[in-house]
């Protein structure tokens, strides 16, 4: 089957909600590398949106994966699963939480978020304190709570009306978000990096702040590390940049190294539920910590999270040296990078694609979401590039 026969499927068969997609189709990945059937090469700067932290097919996960299919995939969470607490056990010692909820996606450890904090505040009979702050241009997913939780209206608009119980307010505006406060406000939700809207920062000080408010009021501060954890950001999770602990916070993309799995941490005083109050079918399956626990593994053998530290203040020193004088802004930590350009950066993306790289564009922003394992040559080669295209 060659690529017009899949796209001309595809349009007949598939909801088409990504729009008109890059013409190609991969077969296979290798590292860095994705390969079409007729071999063609392109090296991964957007890393399947931050899930293949450790490139494509890395070694040791499919043999942990074809282990795991060879014995078991899925039994049910109504039995204990020993992949599931060996995960658990993991991702609480390596992290500030008490207790960990395995979901299937992101939108679904959020949503389990948004859900714990509401019932939190229920248990100890503030049923009132429901709504939960935001950011404007923050997002959270795309199930109904989580589109409501994002704050941008074009995602909103055609389905509305949205659950009540959130305001948003402006990225780095304290003021703005201690006037937003109400008895009502049960939570604070922050991605650590907006990704989405194009790779834009916590101030520090503006992190530690929310963190002393949220004590004082006694609000709980949930960080959404759906993109900034697992290491992208230099650190295990972004958080550890602001030497803050947040009471709940969300994983998911690279966990699992393309295994759908999401994680919703939180601290033991607000680990509200119980019996009854949540569940998945499939979340926590054998396979998908199977996944998790092979990618964990590698990232202790492998130092992968000290190579994005490394990694990525490279990058960004070598797309100074070399193209800054076309870049309006450089953004981001560890591997987490936006180039803001003066213009043109979706032709750029374009140009790069011909010449065999996969990037992301946001507005007037290139994303690279890199697997964490590039090194010095790699980027080399793509500044090089990168360069010569701007040129
Ligand atoms: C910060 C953040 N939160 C939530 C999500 C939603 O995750 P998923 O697409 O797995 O539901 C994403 C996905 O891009 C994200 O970047």
Same mark, same amino acid.
């Given at each position: 089957m060659n690529l017009e026969d899949i796209v001309s499927l595809d349009k007949k068969y598939y909801m088409n909600t990504f729009g008109e997609r890059t013409q190609v189709c991969f077969e296979r990945g290798e590292g860095l590398y994705l390969y079409t059937e007729d071999n063609k090469r392109y090296a991964? /700067?957007?890393?399947?949106?931050a899930v293949n932290a450790l490139g494509h097919c890395n070694p040791k996960v499919k043999a942990a994966l074809h282990d795991q299919i060879d014995k078991l995939i899925h039994t049910s969470n109504l039995y204990y699963i020993k992949n599931q607490t060996l995960l658990a056990q993991k991702l609480i010692e390596l992290s500030c939480a008490d207790k960990v909820f395995f979901s299937n996606s992101g939108a679904?450890?959020?949503?389990?978020?948004?859900?714990?904090?509401?019932?939190?505040?229920?248990?100890?009979?503030?049923?009132h304190k429901n709504e939960v702050i935001t950011?404007?241009?923050?997002?959270?997913?795309?199930?109904?709570?989580?589109?409501?939780?994002t704050g941008q209206e074009k995602y909103q608009n055609p389905y509305k009306p949205l659950m009540p119980t959130f305001k948003y307010v402006g990225l780095n505006d304290f003021e703005g978000l201690n006037n937003a406060i109400s008895e009502n406000t049960c939570a604070i939700m922050l991605e650590p990096i907006q990704g989405e809207h194009g &790779? /834009?920062?916590?101030e520090p000080e503006y992190a530690s702040k929310v963190r002393t408010l949220c004590n004082e009021k006694g609000i709980l501060l949930i960080f959404d590390e759906i993109q900034t954890g697992m290491g992208r950001t230099g650190k295990m999770f972004c958080y550890e940049h602001f030497n803050i602990h947040?009471?709940?916070?969300?994983?998911?993309k690279a966990l699992g190294a393309g295994v759908p799995i999401g994680a919703v941490c939180a601290k033991d005083f607000c680990c509200a539920f119980g019996q009854g109050d949540h569940g998945s079918t499939f979340g926590g399956n054998p396979l998908a910590c199977r996944a998790a626990l092979a990618v964990l593994e590698c990232f202790e053998s492998d130092g992968v999270v000290q190579n994005s530290a490394k990694m990525g203040s490279? /990058?960004?020193?070598?797309l100074k040296a070399l193209c800054s004088d076309r870049i309006k802004q450089l953004r981001g930590k560890g591997l987490m990078?936006?180039?803001?350009? $003066?213009?043109?950066?979706?032709? &750029? &993306? $374009?140009k790069m694609f011909e010449r065999g790289y996969l990037c992301g564009v946001v507005g007037d922003t290139i994303r690279l979401l890199p697997p964490l394992i590039i090194?010095?040559?790699?980027?080399?080669?793509? &500044? $090089?590039?990168?360069?010569?295209?701007l040129e």
């Amino acid at each position: 089957m060659n690529l017009e026969d899949i796209v001309s499927l595809d349009k007949k068969y598939y909801m088409n909600t990504f729009g008109e997609r890059t013409q190609v189709c991969f077969e296979r990945g290798e590292g860095l590398y994705l390969y079409t059937e007729d071999n063609k090469r392109y090296a991964d /700067f957007l890393g399947g949106i931050a899930v293949n932290a450790l490139g494509h097919c890395n070694p040791k996960v499919k043999a942990a994966l074809h282990d795991q299919i060879d014995k078991l995939i899925h039994t049910s969470n109504l039995y204990y699963i020993k992949n599931q607490t060996l995960l658990a056990q993991k991702l609480i010692e390596l992290s500030c939480a008490d207790k960990v909820f395995f979901s299937n996606s992101g939108a679904e450890a959020n949503e389990a978020a948004l859900k714990l904090a509401r019932l939190y505040f229920y248990k100890k009979g503030q049923p009132h304190k429901n709504e939960v702050i935001t950011l404007k241009n923050s997002f959270h997913g795309r199930t109904l709570a989580t589109i409501a939780a994002t704050g941008q209206e074009k995602y909103q608009n055609p389905y509305k009306p949205l659950m009540p119980t959130f305001k948003y307010v402006g990225l780095n505006d304290f003021e703005g978000l201690n006037n937003a406060i109400s008895e009502n406000t049960c939570a604070i939700m922050l991605e650590p990096i907006q990704g989405e809207h194009g &790779v /834009f920062e916590l101030e520090p000080e503006y992190a530690s702040k929310v963190r002393t408010l949220c004590n004082e009021k006694g609000i709980l501060l949930i960080f959404d590390e759906i993109q900034t954890g697992m290491g992208r950001t230099g650190k295990m999770f972004c958080y550890e940049h602001f030497n803050i602990h947040p009471d709940i916070f969300t994983l998911a993309k690279a966990l699992g190294a393309g295994v759908p799995i999401g994680a919703v941490c939180a601290k033991d005083f607000c680990c509200a539920f119980g019996q009854g109050d949540h569940g998945s079918t499939f979340g926590g399956n054998p396979l998908a910590c199977r996944a998790a626990l092979a990618v964990l593994e590698c990232f202790e053998s492998d130092g992968v999270v000290q190579n994005s530290a490394k990694m990525g203040s490279y /990058f960004i020193e070598t797309l100074k040296a070399l193209c800054s004088d076309r870049i309006k802004q450089l953004r981001g930590k560890g591997l987490m990078i936006g180039i803001e350009l $003066k213009d043109g950066a979706k032709d &750029v &993306v $374009k140009k790069m694609f011909e010449r065999g790289y996969l990037c992301g564009v946001v507005g007037d922003t290139i994303r690279l979401l890199p697997p964490l394992i590039i090194t010095k040559t790699d980027i080399d080669l793509f &500044v $090089k590039t990168f360069a010569e295209v701007l040129e």
